[in-house]
């Protein structure tokens, strides 16, 4: 049962545009959103992340979207760069039933960003 | 700030051997680590969580006698694949995260490769 898809495997976007990534989850649980931006044989790093309270979080070039209704985010990343070419993946957490913060992640299927100069 | 690091980086041990790695939170205290794996292509899987001074919570499928979780620290966990097989050779990756806090901070994974 995948609970967070990316459904696009990829994406190519001209150096300059927009680059729109998008990513559902089928888990109402859920309440906390990240970005992660990883490279081949690398670890995944943090980019960005949104909690369920808010429908829109901007860092600089990135700005994250929530849609709770729709079960649905997005990443936006304006200008696009060729540095941003790397694989980009969604995840999802949920507080444990205790309402202690567990902090386990279900990641996406990831979407490979190709930037074209 | 908010550092992991892994060793080793890559590893390449015959069938039937043991191989431990080592996660590392450089620069913070990591109540929780996890422990993820990666094949090609994919996403990434959740093996286990670990919880410093406790036993570890393995994800279902994971068999836990085959992948050894020790959390002995707040900056220390490690993985050990015990009687390691070809079907074992991943890409192995540990996240740090902190009291109350909601990111994970990733290490830069281990390549095992079982011969």
């Known amino acids: 049962d995948q609970q967070v898809k990316q459904n696009s495997p990829s994406l190519s976007v001209q150096e300059g545009r927009i680059s729109i990534l998008n990513c559902d989850y089928t888990?109402?649980?859920?309440?906390?959103f990240l970005w992660y931006k990883k490279y081949p044989a690398e670890g995944p790093t943090f980019l960005i992340s949104i909690s369920s309270i808010k429908d829109k979080n901007e860092d600089g070039r990135f700005t994250v979207f929530l849609n709770k209704s729709a079960k649905h985010l997005s990443l936006h990343i304006v200008p696009s760069q060729p540095g941003d070419s790397a694989v980009y993946f969604c995840?999802?957490?949920?507080?444990?039933?205790?309402?202690?913060?567990?902090?386990?992640?279900?990641f996406g299927q990831g979407t490979i960003l190709t930037v074209h100069p | 700030g908010a550092v992991v690091s892994q060793h080793p980086s890559r590893v390449i041990c015959k069938s039937g051997t043991s191989v431990k790695i080592e996660c590392r939170s450089l620069d913070f205290q990591a109540t929780t680590m996890f422990w993820y794996r990666q094949f090609p292509k994919q996403s990434l899987m959740l093996m286990a969580t670990?919880?410093?001074?406790?036993?570890?919570?393995?994800e279902q499928g994971v068999e836990k006698d085959k992948f050894l979780i020790n959390h002995a620290s707040l900056t220390l966990s490690t993985l050990t694949v015990t009687s390691a097989h070809p079907e074992d050779s991943s890409f192995y990756i540990c996240?740090?995260?902190?009291?109350?806090?909601?990111?994970?901070?990733f290490g830069p994974g281990t390549r095992l490769t079982v011969t």
């Open positions: 888990n109402s649980m859920f309440d906390y």
């Open positions: 995840a999802a957490s949920a507080f444990s039933a205790g309402g202690t913060s567990y902090g386990k992640l279900t």
């Open positions: 670990s919880n410093e001074g406790s036993k570890a919570t393995y």
């Open positions: 996240s740090a995260g902190t009291s109350g806090g909601r990111r994970q901070y």
